[in-house]
């Protein structure tokens, strides 16, 4: 890592600890500065402004997010695994302390302000990637999906309806068993209303 991206992180790190203490308004760049212990010009040197160091860390959420979903879609798996390894790409972040602590704070400031709400929107496409999958596992007749992205929301809403939005608020992170439960009993209640009656022909559902 090069000198520059060094203190990049470390302004990025400090960032993350400033808005997590004082939020978004209260926070200061001399402050962050301090934090990162580099001066306030190489600060602005990274970011031009508070909101664009905030941004940055918006970025780092939502990439943390899009490179958990890379999940190869496998039409030859059965579907309930497939289901599962799917929920687990969402998972692998509910009981990340790092990643928990990061979107709690994150949270708090887009709950404040809603342009800040919709650029975090704009960075993500976890729901893109779920609802590709539902549409794929309905044209191969794995799956009963009338509106795929309707069943990607009912998806995730049943994973982060228990792992994500009762943690948040209460600060705390789901330990792996407690996930592995959630996942599976979610992935349950999705197929017995979108799942197909497996037959015995091959790895195809009737």
């Not at 407690?178 to 599976?184: A, F, G, L, P, V």
Request: hydrophobic fraction near 40%.
């Amino acid at each position: 890592m090069s000198v520059s991206d060094q203190k990049k992180k470390q302004i990025v790190e400090a960032a993350i600890a400033e808005f997590q203490e004082k939020g978004f308004a209260g926070a200061s760049m001399d402050r962050i500065s301090e934090r990162a212990q580099v001066s306030k010009r190489t600060v602005y040197n990274h970011f031009e402004s508070k909101e664009t160091l905030f941004k940055a860390i918006n970025q780092c959420l939502a990439d943390q997010i899009n490179s958990a979903l890379e999940v190869p879609y496998d039409p030859d798996k059965p579907i309930r695994d497939a289901l599962i390894e799917l929920g687990w790409a969402e998972g692998e972040l509910m009981v990340n302390p790092c990643f928990m602590s990061l979107a709690r704070m994150i949270m708090s400031e887009t709950i404040r302000d809603p342009e800040l709400a919709a650029d975090m929107n704009a960075r993500m496409t976890k729901l893109t990637v779920f609802a590709e999958f539902m549409e794929r596992a309905t044209s191969e007749g794995r799956l009963a999906v009338n509106d795929p992205n309707v069943a990607a929301e009912q998806f995730l809403g049943l994973i982060k309806s228990r792992s994500f939005f009762p943690n948040i608020y209460a600060n705390r992170v789901a330990e792996r068993d407690e996930m592995d439960k959630i996942i599976n009993e979610s992935v349950d209640l999705f197929l017995a209303q979108y799942g197909k009656t497996e037959q015995a022909t091959g790895n195809k559902v009737a």
